[in-house]
């Protein structure tokens, strides 16, 4: 074997860790939300909670090679943070407003588990509602359920009366929840 097959062989294999880590990467910042959810409910603090996101994040950049694509994702993140979080806490005992090792591995049992392939799967459909939306619903769900925008901000920025805004959110709630009643047990068998 020459140099050239050799560096070949090389070149793919970075290329194929490369592709591996960034839909890791990708795949976090999709979840971002539910991983922080879970890291402040291990954390006694906002800002710890905020520090180990982003730790965690370079953490699981590193094993995306230990990631086996299509399985539960969430799960290998918060596996990987649990055990981060124990590291962490073990280390630093002497600080005094975290939680003693053992504590934080009691309260680990209790914390919650990767969600379930039904909650995976109505979120899935949950995704594949909200297309139906009118552009315009899409948008003000998406001012009020991923930038947290009270209506009265969302009615602002879009120049809508807020009452208007009130009545979309609802009506656009409602559909989702039926299109998921209906869409769900498709998406289950």
């Not at 459909?125 to 297309?131: A, F, K, N, P, S």
């Amino acid at each position: 074997m020459n140099d050239s097959q050799t560096t070949g062989g090389s070149s793919d294999a970075d290329n194929q860790a490369q592709n591996s880590r960034t839909q890791v990467q990708q795949d976090f910042l999709r979840n971002a939300p539910a991983i922080r959810n879970f890291l402040r409910s291990l954390q006694p603090s906002f800002a710890d909670a905020e520090d180990h996101f982003q730790e965690l994040f370079l953490l699981v950049s590193e094993k995306a090679d230990t990631y086996t694509q299509g399985t539960n994702f969430l799960g290998w993140v918060y596996t990987i943070a649990r055990y981060k979080i124990l590291a962490h806490n073990r280390k630093n005992t002497r600080r005094s407003r975290l939680l003693q090792s053992e504590a934080a591995e009691v309260l680990l049992k209790d914390a919650p588990h990767p969600p379930s392939d039904l909650f995976e799967a109505k979120v899935q459909t949950l995704r594949e509602c909200i297309q139906i939306l009118a552009p315009t619903a899409r948008t003000i769900m998406d001012l009020r359920y991923f930038e947290g925008m009270k209506p009265s901000q969302i009615a602002e920025r879009l120049q809508i009366d807020v009452n208007r805004i009130y009545l979309i959110l609802s009506r656009s709630r409602a559909l989702l929840r039926k299109c998921v009643e209906q869409q769900l047990p498709n998406q289950l068998s």
